[in-house]
C-alpha cells in the first residue's frame, strides 16, 4: 500500500472530570488521513502482526462485551484511531498500570478522530500514546517493531513517577472512602481532602505525627528510658562512648548482650547475640561510624517483631525469618547468597520489594565466623549456615499476638508520642505476655514501612493503607468542604460572585476562582483571569478555606476537566445556541449540553444541581443529578418547575416581582427585586435569573434565608467598593 501516516493534532491532559470520565484522561486528536479509507480487515497481514507482537489484547473486550472482542472487531475492519486507543491501553498495562477507560470518536472532519485513554500519569500516557502510534504503522507498514523495548522505556518511566507502595496504599484506601486526594510533590507529600478539612501524609507520617515525637523516636537511648519508667518491658543497656566502656558494660548487663547504633535505622549497624571481646570490638567500631552514639544493651532471646500501631491501637504484627543458605559442596557462601536468597523475586532494594537483599556486611561476617566461616568457603552439601538472624521482617502474626502484647506496644506508641508508629520487640512466642519469657520492646520507629504488611513472605496482607484513612477521617468523613461548582454559557461571574458573598455572610472563609481573578475571603490575591483548573486547584489546597466556589466554563471543560471530584451543589446557568465551539469538534447545542452536564455529573449524592428551568436542555439535566435538584427560573408556570414541585421538590422564581422559595407547594417571598441593585429594579432580566440562580444554591447550602437577602441587597454596596465598581466586574467571557 502508498505510504500512508498517523498524525497528532493535539493532546489535551484532563486533570480531573471531563465530558469522558471521572478520572483524569488524554484526549488526543488523531488524523489518520488517507487511512480511512483502508480498514483492518483490508491490509493484508496487519491482523496477524498485531496480534504476535501483543497477543494479550484478546483480553479487550470492546463493544462486543465479551473476552476477544477487540479482536473480533479487528477482522471484521475497524479504524486506525479505535486501534490507536486499545493498543495505547495494553502497553499502558504492559508498563504495569492496568484497567482504565479507553474511547476512540469520530469528528465532524474526516479523518479526524478523538482517542481518549486512562492517564495514571501524563508522561507515560503521552508517551504511550506516541509509541502505540509508531507499533500500529510498523504493523500497516509490515516493519519490524521492538515491543519489549518501547514496554520496558514506559515502564522505567512510571517508576520514576508513581508512589511507593506505602504511601499507594493509603491513597487506594481513600479511594475506596471516595476522599479525594492531590499529590503535592513527585515524592510521597499527599493531601487528602480539600481545603480546611485536608489532612496530609508522607507514607507512612501524617500530618498528626509531631517533630517531636520523631526526635523521641529516633533517639534509642530516651525512648527506652521513656518506656521503662511507664513500666514497658525493655533491654536492660546504656550509652557508652569508648570500646572499652563497651566492654564493661557489656560485664555489667551479662553476655550475650546487642551493640547498636544510638540513632540508627533500618537495622544498620545493629550486631546481635554478641559473646567475646572480640566481637563486641569488631561491632563497636562499625555502629560508632553508623550514629551518633552506641548502645549496648541485654540481648533478648526470641524472633524479632515489627508491630503497626495506628492512632493508639494495634493493626498488624509480622515475625522476621532468619536467612539461611544450605551448602551443595561446589558453591561458595557468597554464591550461595545470590542463588538461594538474593534470587527471591521479593528481595529489591526498592520500596516495593517486602524483603531486602541480603549483603555480606560486617553484622553478616561476624555472624560466619561464629561459624568458622567466611564469604568464600564452600559448605559441604546440605549443611545449612546461618547468614542474618533476621533476613526481613516477612511472616504475618497479626491474630496470634497476645492482648497484653498488643496493650504493651499501643503504650509504647503513645509515650513516645506517635500516631503511626513501628514497635519492634523480641519474644519467643508473641501469643504470651513478655514477662514470663524476658521479652521486650527494643525499639519505637516513625515512619514505618508498610510493606511487609501489604505483602509479606508468609499469612494474610493487612489493611493497614485503610487503618490509617480511618485514623486520619471518622465514619462519614470524606474531607470535603462546601464545593460549588458553576457552568453554563452566561452568568456565570456574577453567580459566583453572589454566592461567595453569601458564604461569606455565613461566617465560612470562602474561596472564589472565577473570571474575575481569585478571592480569599476579601483578598484579592489573582486579577487575572481564574475561571480555570490552576486557580480552583489552589482554593482546594488552602487549608483556611472552609467553602469553595468554582467557575468552570465549558473551554476549561473541554481542555482541563474539573478540579475536583465531587461538589455539593453544581449549578447550570443556561445554555447559548450560538455558543457552540467548533475549535473543539463542538458543533451543536446538543453536544454542549453533553459538555456542560459534566457538573451536573459530579454532584454528590446528598448535594443538589442548580439547573435553569427556562432552558429546556438544561431542565433535561435533572435526571442525570445523583443528588436533588433545585430549578429556577422566570416562571412559576415553566414546566419543568411545575411537575418538580409535584413531586415535592424545591424552585426558585419570579412571582409579581418578588423571588420566591418553594418546596413543593408551600411558597415563600424572599425579597422584592426593586430591593436588589444588581437587577436596577428587575429591569435586567439576564441579572435576574443571575440573582435566582445564586439565592437557589445558597439554599442548597442550607445559607439562612436572612443572610440570603442580604447578601443579594447588599451586594456591590460594601465598604470601600462602589456598586458601579462591582458591576465593572462582573463582565466575563462567556465561555
Known sequence: ???KNIEFINMMMLRGPNIWA???VIEAWVDIGELEDYPSNVIPGFYERLVQWLPSLIEHRCSVGERGGFLQRLRQGTWPGHILEHVTLELQNLAGMPGGLGRARETSVRGVYKVIVRAWHEPVTRAALYS??????AAIEDREFDVQAAVDALRDLAEDLRLGPSTACIVEAADDRDIPTIRLSEAN?????YGARQRRIWTAETDRTSAIAESVSRNKDLTKSLLQACGVPVPEGRLVDSMEEAWEAAQDIGLP???????GNHGRGVFTNLMTRAEIETAFAVAVDEGSGVVVERFVHGDEHRVLVVGGRMV???RGDAATVVGDGVSTIEELIESQLNSDPRRGRDEDHPLNPIRVDSAARLELARQNL???AIPAADMRVLIQRNGNVSIDVTDAVHPSVAAAVELAARIVGLDVAGVDLVAEDISAPLDGQRGAIVEVNAGPGLLMHLKPAAGEPRPVGQAIVDHLFPPGDIGHIPLVGITGSKGKTTVARLLARMLQLSNLHTGLACSNGLFFGRRHVQKTDGANWAAARRVLLNRGVQAGVMENGPLSILGEGLAYDRCKVGIVTNLDPEGILPEFYIDDAEQ?????????????PDGTAVLNADDPLVADMAGLCDGQVIFFGSDARAPAIAAHRVQGGRAVFLDGGRIVLAEGAHEAALTDLQAIPLTEGGTLDVQNMNVLAAVAAAWALDVHEDLIRAGIETFGLEAGESFAEASALLIETPA
Not at 507529600?189 to 481532602?193: A, F, H, T, W
Not at 548482650?257 to 540513632?263: E, G, L
Open 132 to 137: 502505540a502510534r509508531d507499533l500500529v504503522m
Open 257 to 263: 548482650v546487642v551493640v547498636k547504633p544510638s540513632d
Open 316 to 318: 498488624a504484627a509480622a
Open 22 to 24: 471521572y478520572r483524569p
Open 1 to 3: 500500500m502508498q505510504k
Open 592 to 604: 454542549l449540553a453533553k459538555v456542560l452536564r459534566t457538573q451536573v455529573d459530579v454532584v454528590l
Open 374 to 376: 567466611g564469604p568464600g
Open 189 to 193: 507529600l499527599v493531601q487528602l481532602g
